[in-house]
């Protein structure tokens, strides 16, 4: 499987983004698909995921209420529309996704054995 992450970029604050995570290689459909970010310093972050096959989703507090995490079947693709964007949101941005995870470990980054390059979001102030 490979992912492409896109959509990255620069926004003001308040403002909003959306990413794509387009895969290839391998039908995903049974996958469970996570977005992560990592800022300079800081450790990888969970932000959103959701089992495909079951549409069971899971976010972090942190972005519960401004990030949305949705899939299109026909693309193969998954997103993670961002509203509200704040200066704390910078960092790089990534997807993964794993096979046979289940519900309690959605926001577990060994959970995913799959990864995309990563796409930088700055949001300025």
């Known amino acids: 499987v490979q992912l492409q992450a896109s959509g990255g970029g620069l926004v003001q604050a308040g403002g909003s983004l959306r990413l794509s995570c387009a895969a290839s290689g391998r039908t995903f459909t049974d996958s469970t698909v996570g977005w992560f970010r990592q800022a300079p310093g800081k450790e990888r972050e969970f932000l959103a995921a959701?089992?495909?096959?079951?549409?069971?989703?899971a976010y972090a507090d942190t972005v519960k209420g401004r990030f949305a995490i949705t899939v299109d079947n026909a693309k193969n693709t998954v997103y993670l529309q961002m509203n509200s964007l704040r200066p704390e949101d910078t960092a790089v941005y990534y997807c993964?996704?794993?096979?046979?995870?289940?519900?309690?470990?959605?926001?577990?980054?060994?959970?995913?054995?799959?990864w995309g390059q990563g796409t930088l979001v700055t949001v300025s102030s």
């Open positions: 959701i089992r495909r096959r079951f549409r069971n989703t």
């Open positions: 993964a996704a794993g096979f046979g995870v289940i519900v309690s470990s959605m926001r577990e980054p060994t959970s995913y054995g799959y």
